[in-house]
Nanobody
Framework: VQLQASGGGLVQAGGSLRLSCAAS????????MGWFRQAPGKEREFIAS????????SYAESVKGRFTISRDNAKNTVYLQMNTLKPEDAAVYYC?????????????????WGQGTQVTVSS
């Protein structure tokens, strides 16, 4: 499985970005997907997760109501729509594929990781 994240960039506070993550392999449609982020000097943290079918999602409290995770199993792609961005959202964002079909916030539940895409938010 290979994951390729894209869509990061520089945005002003209050703006929006949409991240995409394209996956190779045959397991995409039967595995949950997640987004994590890591800021300099901080640990990698959970942002959002979506069930294999797309029927269930989970979010970190810090992004709930502002970020939306979605997936298109026909395209083997997961998305993260980020609205009302804040300077504290700046980080490298990683997509990951879980080793289960259900949503999870645990890093150890994710077997495959993308290379990360940088999000910078100016105040």
């Amino acid at each position: 499985v290979q994951l390729q994240a894209s869509g990061g960039g520089l945005v002003q506070a209050g703006g929006s970005l949409r991240l995409s993550c394209a996956a190779s392999g045959r397991t995409f449609s039967v595995r949950a997907m997640g987004w994590f982020r890591q800021a300099p000097g901080k640990e990698r943290e959970f942002i959002a997760s979506i069930r294999s079918s797309g029927g269930s999602t989970s979010y970190a409290e810090s992004v709930k109501g502002r970020f939306t995770i979605s997936r298109d199993n026909a395209k083997n792609t997961v998305y993260l729509q980020m609205n009302t961005l804040k300077p504290e959202d700046a980080a490298v964002y990683y997509c990951a594929q879980a080793n289960t079909a259900v949503v999870s916030f645990r890093i150890n539940d994710y077997a495959y990781w993308g290379q990360g895409t940088q999000v910078t938010v100016s105040s």
